[in-house]
């Protein structure tokens, strides 16, 4: 094995791998939070655990895991439990509620940091924010390549125990999600309607919540509660705005999640140096900026929700309907006998006249305008809608037939068959021929 | 049966009805509170079965509360609820529900299909996954309301009364005897209200009980052939024509009343719906 791979493995690979294992876990659990608008939860429960680490520490006086799991996991559920009470009994609305225990939870836990039994101790507030990914190397890790291929290099080297943490509680989460996929789906999407078919709703989204606990527990010696908040939140949020399938959302999520982990952890390790800095950047915040950054590009770009598709499609219905206003007007002219009109005041008045030419709705003839075949044809099904409209507001909405242009003006433009309304006579209320409609309409039952 | 319940005549039906296994609901001194409040007292009543059952109130009379002490949503402080005469857990899988509009979230990443497959969870189990053959019936129910074209559409996609529909569609794939639904008309168009209410009849062709919460009391009549006018209290129950007439619409809704009187005079019109 070449130097520099065994110096990655030792070095680096661990510590990447856990990064990566939390950062999913974090993405799949959180898009349930999101999606229930419950957010702050991640937030509430990584703060909230502070003093119960404190507390486990003081009793244990280790930091070894298992104590440390206890002692967050009995915070965590102290918060969710707190929650509910102030919610109910405070009458404040649930974010409230949540800032109220966590902030509290994490000023006892800060507190008991600082307080004199405590003050010469190993345990940092900012660790827990910031984590410590630097600090998981594999220092044994072994030189010969085929000693990878046995399993008692597993378990006889001092591989950090963080790693194994985080990888069971990726199996339980992505487990837990894939086999009770349909029940997080109902109790998260109407909880009433699935405590009334005989599903509890309150078993299903308590798992769930215990599991977002471990994971946060889990997570922060590594990644730090900052991260965890992120990745709870931001990945999610990214799938949400690519996709309109939850199990689509789900796995997005856990993608966006893992290649965020990935890029940021080069981006805060190696660029640096690469580029002849002299110390690393912080992985854990590197990780958050890049999941930032990704969710902000997606805003901008996505294909279906994005900011750029949005305008796109604002675009587009924008110049349809412009079209159709100067279909419109060349189909009453020559109602009226003209039909072809000078083209420069439609120039003028801003018309899409280049446009409709170059779609063969419209053609020029010696600086005047008139309408194709198949321009003539649009008309028709446009000044139909129009009319059908006047005569829908006069007859059955008893708007006085001087009152319905503007509304028709508007209407016009839907053309779905169902939204169009049925036809009662062949001339509107102001006495204009209604155009026939396409062949189907005299089928339809 | 209490040994203790006198033996009743039909007018007495109001103050303690009798209770049967043939009752698809029998409601036996119901009290509801939040806060101490009382939101529903004593309430008692009992549903015939195959009927097309209106809850109709003023805003705060408790109509949406009854339908969720009902199903176990909302935890009663006093009284009994029985389907066919047993009691919740053991009439669930015969029971439908629909929930106000309201009450989700239309933005969630599932499609009409998706939502009306829910109905089917109950049947499907534990750890399973949806088959086609519960697939199909979902799908069988959208097209039932109307709405087969649209199945894969995203819900938030779809308009108010779309939604509506797809709400009685997954009832629908539920397969049950006895249908909860708690305003189903509100906000909906012309052809999505002649679209459910034609539905509702023929559920109860089929023998199925309807109980909706229902605002519009000039509909009352023409639709419902069986109303309880609540106000905390049951003001009235029985067949529509008989429940609401004026007196129990002042009764219920108090001094507000120009509107109501037109209505009980077109209910009274109306005269008996069956």
């Not at chain 2, 009379?61 to 009691?87: D, H, M, N, Q, R």
């Not at chain 2, 459910?196 to 023929?202: E, P």
């Not at chain 2, 067949?239 to 009343?257: A, D, W």
Request: one cysteine or more; a neutral charge.
């Amino acid at each position: 094995m070449s130097e520099a791979w065994h110096h990655f493995i030792a070095g680096d690979l661990v510590a990447l791998l856990s990064c990566t294992l939390a950062v999913v876990t974090c993405g799949v659990l959180g898009s349930y939070l999101v999606l229930k608008r419950e957010s702050l939860m991640g937030d509430a429960i990584s703060h909230a655990v502070l003093p119960g680490l404190v507390v486990a520490f003081m009793i244990s006086q280790s930091r070894a895991p298992v104590p440390m799991f206890i002692g967050a996991g009995i915070a965590a559920g102290l918060t969710v439990l707190l929650t509910m009470l102030v919610r109910r009994w405070g009458g404040v609305e649930p974010g409230a509620a949540m800032g109220v225990v966590f902030s509290v939870m994490f000023a006892l836990g800060v507190y008991l940091i600082e307080s004199e039994a405590l003050r010469d101790i190993d345990l940092d507030a900012s660790c827990v924010l910031y984590g410590q990914v630097e600090y998981l190397v594999w220092w044994d890790a072994p030189k010969d390549p085929s000693a990878y291929l046995k399993l008692a290099t597993y378990t006889d080297t001092d591989i950090p125990p963080a790693l194994w943490a985080l990888g069971a509680i990726f199996v339980i989460a992505v487990a837990f999600v894939a086999a009770f996929f349909k029940e997080l789906r109902i109790t998260t999407f109407d909880p009433q309607m699935a405590r009334a078919a005989g599903i509890p709703a309150w078993l299903v989204q308590g798992a769930l919540v215990l599991l977002v606990a471990l994971a946060v527990v889990a997570s922060f010696q590594a990644i730090g509660s900052i991260l965890v908040i992120a990745m709870l939140i931001c990945p999610a949020a990214t799938a949400r705005m690519l996709t309109d399938r939850l199990g689509t959302q789900i796995m997005l999520a856990g993608l966006v999640a893992g290649l965020c982990a990935i890029a940021g952890y080069f981006a805060g390790a190696k660029l640096p140096t690469a580029l002849g800095a002299e110390h690393a950047l912080n992985i854990a915040g590197m990780i958050t900026v890049v999941a930032g950054l990704v969710f902000g590009l997606v805003c901008f770009a996505s294909p279906s929700h994005g900011f750029i598709a949005r305008a796109v499609r604002q675009r587009r219905l924008a110049e349809r309907i412009a079209i159709e206003d100067l279909l419109g007007l060349l189909y009453r002219s020559a109602e009226a006998g003209e039909t072809f009109v000078p083209i420069q005041p439609m120039h003028a008045a801003g018309m899409p006249v280049a446009r409709a030419t170059k779609l063969g709705l419209v053609r020029a003839e010696a600086s005047k305008l008139g309408l194709t075949d198949s321009g003539r044809e649009r008309a028709e099904g446009l000044i139909r809608r129009h009319r059908l409209w006047e005569g829908y507001l006069v007859e059955r909405a008893g708007l006085r037939p001087d009152h319905v242009h503007a509304t028709a003006e508007l209407l016009e433009h839907v053309d779905q068959p169902a939204a169009i309304p049925t036809q009662s006579g062949d001339l509107d209320p102001h006495g204009k021929a209604i155009p026939p409609g396409p062949e189907t309409d005299a089928e339809s039952p | 049966m209490n040994a203790t319940t006198p033996q009743l005549t039909t007018s007495a039906l109001t103050a303690h009805p009798e209770h049967s296994a043939e009752s698809p609901l029998s409601v036996h001194a119901l009290t509801v509170a939040y806060h101490r409040k009382p939101v529903l007292w004593d309430v008692d009543f009992d549903v015939p079965p195959a009927s097309l059952m209106a809850i109709v109130g003023p805003n705060g009379a408790g109509k949406s509360t009854l339908i969720k002490a009902c199903l176990g949503l909302i935890p009663a402080a006093a009284g009994e609820v029985e389907f066919w005469g047993e009691p919740l857990r053991r009439a669930r899988s015969r029971i439908g529900y629909v929930p106000q509009r309201e009450s989700v979230d239309w933005d969630f990443p599932v499609s009409a299909l998706d939502v009306v497959c829910m109905g089917r969870y109950r049947k499907v189990g534990w750890l399973r996954r949806v088959s086609k053959t519960h697939k199909a019936a979902a799908m069988a129910c959208l097209e039932r309301v109307g709405m087969k074209e649209l199945s894969h559409r995203q819900i938030g996609k779809l308009s108010g009364g779309q939604q509506q529909r797809v709400f009685l569609a997954r009832a629908l794939a539920q397969e049950a005897e006895l249908y909860f639904m708690d305003e189903p008309f509100a906000g909906v168009d012309a052809a999505t209200e002649r679209a459910i209410i034609g539905v509702l009849r023929d559920l109860q062709r089929e023998g199925k009980t309807i109980i909706c919460v229902h605002h519009d009391l000039q509909t009352v009549g023409s639709y419902f052939d069986y109303a309880l006018l609540l106000n905390m209290r049951v003001v009235a129950v029985g067949p529509t024509s008989q429940t609401l007439t004026q007196e129990n619409l002042v009764k219920s809704y108090g001094g507000r009343l120009t509107l109501l009187e037109q209505a009980g005079e077109a209910i009274a019109q109306m005269g008996p719906t069956r």
